[in-house]
């Protein structure tokens, strides 16, 4: 009799999706921790991108997370934080690049992740893919393990 660490399906945490959580924990502890010297440092300076930053590290925490547990409700949490985290940043992006005034420094999301090498817009659309990739099925099997369909 197989284990039920054997029998369950790979999720979104197996496989290329080690990668994609790993940097998404990068990204936890990145912008908890620039966020959290900020807004007690020099909170007065730059309030909106410090709390944007602040709400983005929330982000990048929930998605770690939903991105290593298995089952429907974790992976629905999980889009949620992405597509949150994708909106965010083209939101965030779009307004720092209008209006730089309004953002004298730097927020995670600002100039579309600019300081971070642009990793923040590209990030949601890798983790939206990887998800649609690894969706649950009702028959507890996963779009990956789905055969693939027959050719023509």
């Known amino acids: 009799m197989a284990s039920a660490s054997t029998d369950r399906p790979a999720g ?5 999706g080690r990668i994609l959580v790993a940097v998404y924990a990068i990204f936890a502890v ?10 007690a440092t020099e909170f007065d300076h730059a309030r909106l991108a410090y709390l944007l930053s602040a709400f983005a590290a929330v982000v990048y925490v929930v998605a770690t997370v939903a991105l290593t547990r298995p089952g429907v409700h974790w ?27 309004a953002f004298p420094d730097q927020a995670v999301w600002s100039t579309y992740g600019g300081g971070y090498l642009f990793i923040p817009v590209v990030l949601p659309v890798l983790g939206l893919a990887w998800l649609r990739r690894t969706a649950p099925r009702p028959d507890g099997t996963t779009t990956a393990d789905a055969p693939p369909a027959p050719t023509a």
Do not use: K, Y
């Open 75 to 101: 992976h629905r949490v999980a889009v949620a934080a992405c597509t949150t985290e994708l909106a965010g940043v083209l939101a965030v992006g779009t307004a720092s690049v209008l209006d730089s005034s």
């Open 30 to 39: 990145a912008a908890c921790s620039r966020s959290a010297v900020q807004i």
């Open 12 to 16: 979104t945490s197996s496989g290329p």
